[in-house]
């Protein structure tokens, strides 16, 4: 049983969790340098932690993603929308929806239609893609307009 840091396109296995997360941590810190704080999020329907750098409560760097040796749920339910650290105060906070499927086309597909019926959705912050045991995972990071 091992985990997967994922880190701007490098990924490694490692044997524990708390090994897993201090290598996500190590890893943000050696691109950019001292940070003030971390912020450690996990989703349990897909067994991942989201590891991202604070400096003075603000997001920096890229997120690293800890991927856990299966899935807690299955990934047939609806996506799941969740709150992340705001880039700036002033902004919405970004969300996470994650979209499964057997293959990447099928993925593709659930999260264009999804974005296409969702003209609230403002930006998109950046995109996870990941192997699942059951196929394929894309993770997509966004804002929305709260009006």
Not at 16 to 21: H, P, Q, S, V, Y
Not at 95 to 122: C, K, Q, S
């Amino acid at each position: 049983m091992t985990y997967l840091v994922e880190y701007k396109g490098t990924a490694l296995e490692i044997a524990t969790l708390d090994a897993a997360l201090d290598s996500a941590r190590n890893a943000i810190a050696a691109d950019i340098g001292p940070v003030s704080d971390w912020s450690v999020e996990y989703d349990e329907t897909i067994n991942d932690w989201f590891v991202q750098g604070l400096l003075n409560g603000v997001a920096v760097g890229s997120m690293a993603v800890v991927t856990g040796p299966e899935p807690a749920t299955p990934h047939d339910q609806e996506p799941d929308l969740r709150p992340l650290p705001a880039h700036d105060a002033r902004e919405d906070s970004a969300r996470l929806i994650a979209f499964t499927g057997g293959t990447p086309a099928e993925v593709f597909d659930r999260a264009t239609t999804w974005l296409a019926g969702r003209p609230d959705v403002v930006a998109v912050g950046d995109v996870a893609w990941s192997v699942c045991p059951d196929g394929y995972q894309l993770r997509v990071y966004h804002r929305h307009d709260e009006g």
